[in-house]
């Protein structure tokens, strides 16, 4: 189980830091990805970072803004987040897949959180 946390109301310009916390199983074994589903829009990949933690990449939107990371001690994989804009409002998502690779496409994630709100407004 996946439960997503620091989701919250910030003002533009801001920063927030998700948790992505896991039960019954070690994220240490799967590649995890942070997603985002804007209002009227489809969930998109955002970050992800393999098994091992040396690999990250990002989406362009937030390349240079979000620094995803995990902490294996603590199971749990963060997304910093900074520099928030009006188009970051979003339920963002963790998501886990069962490889040691990552990708951005929601296809290969096999469980998924179940969200946590980021409205980025004055």
């Known amino acids: 189980q996946l439960v997503e946390s620091g989701g919250g109301l910030v003002q533009p310009g801001g920063s927030l830091r998700l948790s992505c916390a896991a039960s019954?199983?070690?994220?240490?074994?799967?590649?995890i990805g942070w997603f985002r589903r804007a209002p009227g829009k489809e969930r998109e990949g955002m970050s992800y970072i393999n098994s091992s933690g040396d690999i990250t990449n990002y989406a362009d939107s937030v390349k240079g803004r979000f620094t995803i990371s995990r902490d294996s001690a603590k199971n749990t994989v963060y997304l910093q987040m900074s520099s928030l804009q009006p188009e970051d409002t979003a339920v963002y998502y963790c998501?886990?897949?069962?490889?040691?690779?990552?990708?951005?496409?929601?296809?290969?994630?096999?469980?998924w959180g179940q969200g946590t709100q980021v409205t980025v407004s004055p």
């Open positions: 019954g199983d070690t994220l240490a074994n799967y590649a």
């Open positions: 998501a886990a897949a069962p490889a040691s690779w990552g990708t951005l496409e929601k296809v290969a994630y096999a469980y």
